[in-house]
């Protein structure tokens, strides 16, 4: 495992970042729309401002050209994002915020080790930032992590974090480990289903609290570390990475050879495969169907700053239509799982599914 600072959450990971360069008070952090709102607050937290940058046609990861087009005298930032583990074209934006002298910060939320040329993401900007949630390669349980490429940061970073994070309350800590126990327990692809509705349930009763905090205000959870009983797990990082390699790279084939004639994003060579993305036309009925048939299919994000939706979208910032690929991309994406409970036959069954009701 690279060293680096931990988080409560990756949003705080980057929402620190942020707050440790002491931007002026107008700044702008240029993001992909195409992203979740967790991106937005961890910007929130820094007091700058998201604009919102435009997917590439047919993929998942930002557009060089609608960058360009939308930076302003006011863009101090850019957060690039590895959807699912593909890597945006990192020459080019690279380029770009070198000539224009933009901070380069990478979500590598998706992705451990994807690669651009022989270079591994995450270490082209100034700083790259992790998770290590359930939905994320390796999960260790909530908490977030940051990496510091441009170590002539690091002094400032440290005294700003030693003011303000401290580890979560032993309550919390409790109820997080029960949480990762039932994790382990039930995350199994015939309860995938089952799961969200009781997660979504749970968390409208405020049972368990959502992974987006659509109130605004600044949560308590930003002032702390990821829990040092989570930190433990990371242990056997180094072993758990190179079984999902591995084991993504399988199921990724298993997918590619039977949904080959599907609208994939195209292929690029040294990819890891968080999540296997592919177009259809009909995602909304092909949900429904997956979800009475117990498939595991998944449908984010399906708005383009996920889950927000409506008049919400207007209140980060977002104009409807600013972004066309990425507002396509939600109506029209969906992702099959690589992580470790499927099994490869499991995978089959998957792709045999999309192949059957999909188009
Ligand atoms: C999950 C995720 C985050 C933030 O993760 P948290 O640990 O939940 O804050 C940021 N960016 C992307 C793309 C993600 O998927």
């Known amino acids: 495992m690279i060293p680096g600072y931990y988080f409560f959450r990756g949003r705080y990971a980057l929402g620190h970042f942020l707050k440790s360069l002491n931007l002026p008070k107008d700044s702008q952090i240029a993001i992909q729309a195409f992203t ?19 997917i590439l046609e047919k993929d998942v990861v930002m557009d060089p050209a609608d960058l360009l087009k939308k930076l302003t005298a006011r863009t101090k930032v850019v957060v690039v994002q590895h ?9 080019q934006i690279s380029a770009l915020c070198r000539e224009r002298g933009l901070i380069l910060i990478e979500d590598c939320c998706h992705t451990w080790s994807s690669k651009s040329g022989s270079k591994e993401v995450g270490s082209f900007g100034v700083a790259s930032f992790y998770s290590f949630e359930w939905g994320k390669p390796v999960i260790a349980g909530i908490g ?46 015939k309860f995938y289903w089952k799961l969200r509705k009781l997660y979504h349930f749970l968390s409208k009763g405020r049972l ?8 605004g205000e600044e949560s308590p959870e930003s002032k702390w570390s990821m829990s040092k009983w989570a930190r433990l797990r990371l242990k056997t990082f180094d072993k758990k990475l190179a079984r999902l390699k591995t084991h993504s790279s399988a199921l990724s084939q298993v997918y590619d050879h039977i949904l ?15 999540r296997f993305p592919l177009f259809v036309k009909n995602k909304e009925e092909l949900l429904k169907l997956a979800s009475k048939k117990e498939i595991e299919i998944a449908g984010w994000y399906d708005s383009p700053i996920h889950p927000l939706k409506g008049s919400e979208l207007n209140k980060v910032g977002y104009l409807e239509g600013s972004c066309p690929n990425a507002e396509r991309a939600s109506s029209t994406l969906i992702s099959l799982p690589t992580h470790l409970t499927i099994s490869k036959c499991e995978a089959e069954k998957i792709a045999n599914f999309v192949k059957n009701y999909g188009n």
């Open 83 to 91: 959807t699912f583990g593909r890597v945006a074209d990192m020459n």
């Open 36 to 54: 979740c709102v967790a991106v937005v607050e961890g910007i929130a937290l820094s007091g700058s401002k998201p604009i919102y940058i435009d």
């Open 144 to 189: 977030g992590f940051l990496r510091l490429n441009d170590q002539s940061l690091g002094p400032a970073l440290v005294k700003h974090l030693h003011a303000e994070v401290i580890e979560p309350p032993l309550f919390r800590r409790v109820q997080l480990e029960l949480q990762y126990i039932a994790f382990r327990l039930f995350f199994r692809p």
């Open 208 to 215: 368990i609290t959502a992974s987006y905090n659509p109130s």
């Open 260 to 274: 080959g004639a599907f609208d994939l994003p195209r292929k690029a060579d040294g990819v890891f495969a968080h």
